[in-house]
């Protein structure tokens, strides 16, 4: 490839390209001979800047490729490094592009281009004070915040007593990779500020609908690059986020029976927006196997 500016002329050659896995950059080095068309011997320092205003350097982080390919035509300058040649009439610039988009391997007949996407999972726990054992009535799993009618079951000792169990949770954590070129970062903060501190109304990474709650969403761009994470933080309940709730009387006194145990209780949990967690994947199937399986295609 050649190009010729108002000032420089030059000629490239692909020194070599390395396609890396899902997560690492994939790399394109190029030799670029660029001399003065009134054949003056060259200052590289000096005319580094107009020799990018010329065209014949690429601007870091911004330029793209242009050498025909797939992910190829993504991949940006990152660096370069100039050399002088012929006692100072010429200079070779080694370009490096890099990018971090890949081909699927789901690709037909033409190409898919995905970025970076993966989920981890921790489990955790929380302590609840269980007024009632050996209940009849268990959490909902629907979409309510309390339960219609007592729990049931067996008091604890004491009048306003309780006991202390651990449930089960699971900390998630989804990462997916943006193009800040293609999706701004504040664009895509206010599309998913929707998510934060609201429950699942279906099934989402394989958790029932009302048994997730997203903590919080963070976007954390990638020093030097176009590239940022979206990471979602999310919180699965084994108890549906509910907790056992004494009924309380209008003096601020749990009701009690006759007998000094609690007369009500029922299961309660802060009411929240309910919202389709999957619309986060925009419909793209590709993305969900690999967020959802950790692999390209479902099992």
């Not at 490239?12 to 390209?17: A, E, S, T, W």
């Not at 390395?18 to 790399?27: K, L, Q, T, V």
């Amino acid at each position: 490839m050649a190009g010729t500016g108002s000032t420089y002329k030059w000629t490239d050659r692909l020194i070599g390209q390395r396609a890396n896995p899902i997560g690492s950059e994939s790399e394109i080095t190029i030799s670029r001979i660029i001399t003065r068309l009134d054949g003056a011997v060259m200052n590289s320092n000096a005319e580094y800047e107009a020799m990018i205003t010329d065209g014949a350097l690429p601007i870091i982080d911004y330029d793209l490729w242009t050498g025909g390919g797939s992910w190829h035509d993504l991949a940006r300058a990152r660096s370069t490094q100039i050399n002088v040649l012929e006692s100072g009439k010429a200079v070779e610039a080694q370009i490096r592009f890099s990018t971090y988009y890949v081909i699927s391997p789901l690709s037909t007949e033409t190409e898919i281009l995905m970025l970076p996407a993966m989920t981890s999972y921790v489990t955790a726990s929380r302590q609840m004070k269980f007024h009632r054992t050996n209940w009849t009535v268990n959490p909902p799993t629907t979409s309510i915040n309390v339960s219609a009618t007592d729990i049931g079951g067996t008091s604890t000792t004491g009048a306003e007593g309780f006991e202390s169990f651990q449930i089960g949770q699971v900390r998630v954590r989804l990462r997916a990779m943006q193009d800040a070129s293609v999706t701004p970062m504040d664009s895509a903060a206010a599309a998913l500020l929707s998510y934060n501190n609201a429950t699942n109304n279906d099934t989402f990474l394989g958790f029932a609908a009302y048994s997730l709650v997203c903590e919080g969403v963070s976007l954390e761009k990638l020093d030097g690059t176009e590239f940022y994470w979206v990471i979602f933080e999310f919180l699965y309940d084994k108890f549906y986020h509910f907790s056992q709730v004494a009924t309380i009387d209008a003096d601020g006194r749990p009701r009690m029976t006759t007998g000094g145990a609690l007369s009500e209780v029922k299961w309660q949990r802060i009411p929240r927006t309910a919202t389709a967690f999957n619309n986060i994947y925009a419909g793209d199937t590709d993305l969900k196997a690999l967020v959802e399986n950790g692999w390209w295609i479902s099992p």
